[in-house]
């Protein structure tokens, strides 16, 4: 029986705590990574939700696992790797701004964000293999933590081909969103922690069962905070995802909602370089009208129902089953 049962919050402090300590370690060791170091620990400090390593964390602690560093630490890593993403992934979309500060790239040119990236996966691998299991324990969750960074890359990669294209699928869209976020931010960190706590297939299989819809959930909340949001929330100006010509789930059904000469319309402004105010607000009125926004309102709350009648049917301690949903309703109830 666990003795301590850390709130959301704590467990956050409690993962920020061993990225710092971990990065002034790393930052001592090799001098001449301390400025990009300096960059990571930044861009971790101007905010983020932790949803990753606490799904982790609550993933071990669902098969029975007991509060220890060592998960908080395998936990922490997740955030580096979502370091690593999201610098890649401003590189990419070319955006100005992320979590309130300037982006990587645009406060140190190309080069330097890409390595800055680099290095966060580095890092994220050593923290993890590092977290203190012993080592049967940590290869046993390394093949899972290896299958999500090569179906975030496959994501992004998909999703940097899909750009260029104003034909994209939803059913296309969607597995750019499981594979780019929804497995890498739910799915996954639950079954990585699990996989430490030494669970059988059975409850591996039911985690990942309440992940997958969650994660599909979460990205669609974001698509809608990325149109619809407030720049506060969403940290980064609510009208990037329009300008940027995201090829996401809302962009496919509102095109496949639309008539012809609406849709001829949306495709050949959605992302245009030379997008007018007017017209962001005009594309938004789009989506809205066509019925895109409620119909995946309505969505998110089917697959948080479909993730709920997986998490019952397991069988996980009290203290974890309400942290897990405490977890899935904050991921995908924010509002704009």
Known sequence: MNTYDPTLDELRQQVDAELGAFLEVRAGALPEAAPMIGEISGLMGAGGKRIRPSFCY??????????????????????????F???????MDDSDERRGVPTVHISHGLGVAILVGDLA????????????????????GFDSYSVMREEV??????????????????????????????????????????????????????????????????QMRDDILGTFGDRVSVGKPVD???????RHV????????????????????WGAPDLSVEEVDAL??????????????????ARWSEATDALDGIEVEDDARAALEDLGRQAIRRRV
């Not at 923290?127 to 046993?140: H, I, K, N, Q, S």
């Not at 297939?201 to 992940?211: M, N, Y």
């Not at 990037?240 to 995201?246: P, Q």
């Not at 059904?253 to 639309?258: E, M, N, P, S, W």
């Open 121 to 140: 996966l580095v890092l994220a691998d050593a923290l993890f293999m590092g977290a203190g299991f012993d080592p049967e324990v940590t290869l046993r």
């Open 153 to 218: 890359i496959s994501g992004q990669h998909m999703d940097v081909i899909a750009a260029g294209r104003t034909d994209v699928t939803e059913e296309h869209a969607r597995r750019i969103a499981v594979l780019k976020s929804g497995r890498y931010s739910i799915e996954k960190p639950l079954v990585i922690g699990a996989e430490l706590a030494g669970a059988p297939a059975s409850l591996v299989d039911g985690l990942s069962r309440f992940g997958d819809p969650l994660g599909e959930a979460f």
């Open 58 to 83: 609550w993933g071990y602690r669902s098969a029975g696992g007991s509060h220890s560093e060592a998960i908080v630490r395998a936990a922490a890593s997740l955030e580096l790797l979502h370091t």
């Open 284 to 301: 938004r009125d789009a989506i809205d009208s066509s019925g895109a926004r409620e119909e995946i309102e309505t969505e998110i709350e």
């Open 85 to 91: 993403a999201i610098v890649h992934d401003d590189i």
């Open 240 to 246: 990037s995802d329009i300008r940027e010509g995201k």
């Open 250 to 269: 809302l962009y496919a059904r509102t095109r496949a909602l639309l008539g012809d000469d609406d849709r001829a319309w949306f495709e050949s402004r």
